[in-house]
């Protein structure tokens, strides 16, 4: 959850290429918003996508690295759950 002293509002200086700016206008103008509204919801999705784009990243690193466990364990020891989670712990 995000505090209310983080939701106050801060100026800030932005500079964008004129074709940009020109379909963000037309954007403005089509669903009845405003620049500010547009770019904050756009850096949120942004945010948001990169977060998930690391964690699926992450998830696919840690998959490839157990999938290499236990290729190179013996499959004797993994038969059982136990065997497994006995592997994993050392």
Do not use: W
């Not at 850096?43 to 236990?70: D, G, H, M, V």
Request: net charge negative; no cysteine.
């Amino acid at each position: 959850m995000i505090a209310l002293e983080d939701l106050q509002k801060q100026q800030v200086g932005l500079r964008l290429p004129k074709y940009l700016i020109d379909e963000l206008d037309a954007f403005t103008k089509e669903y009845s918003l405003n620049r500010s509204e547009i770019i904050a919801e756009s850096i949120k999705a942004f945010i948001a996508e990169q977060k998930a784009r690391k964690l699926y990243e992450s998830f696919e690193t840690s998959s490839k690295e157990l999938k290499n466990i236990l290729q190179t364990q013996d499959d004797s020891k993994l038969q059982t759950l136990d065997g497994l989670l006995d592997d994993l712990a050392n």
